[in-house]
């Protein structure tokens, strides 16, 4: 009987895990300063569960998401331009992004928008 009763109990906690996670799916734009000007970040997201995967366009071409997770409205996962990790964090709140992304150049910080699907031609 006490199996049971922590079955469910396990259950009910994935559930409510899984039901609370940030919906983070979809196109995402933001723009970012850097050392040339502030350029345009748009990120393609796909949460299943906890994991996320999805890409970002940047004007030197689309990288893949890696370790990427949702956990809450928390997310998190790395980038890699040249030879380094980009790291991301961020905090979904409905229709925004608070994200921080930390790479060789430092921290910097970006506000995410949800956007519009891109039209294929």
Not at 108 to 119: F, H, I, N, P
């Amino acid at each position: 009987m006490i199996r049971y009763v922590v079955a469910a109990g396990t259950l009910i906690v994935l559930f409510a895990t899984v039901c609370l996670a940030a919906n983070v799916n979809g196109r995402w734009e933001g723009t970012i300063s850097g050392p040339n000007g502030d350029f345009q970040l748009v990120f393609n997201f796909h949460a299943d569960g906890n994991k996320l995967t999805g890409t970002v366009e940047t004007p030197n071409g689309d990288n893949p998401i890696s370790d990427g997770k949702v956990d809450g409205d928390h997310i998190s996962f790395k980038t890699h331009f040249n030879d380094s990790d980009i790291n991301h964090e961020g905090t979904v709140s409905g229709d925004t992004i608070d994200l921080k992304i930390e790479g060789p150049w430092g921290e910097s910080d970006v506000t995410l928008k949800r956007a519009a699907e891109k039209k294929s031609q």
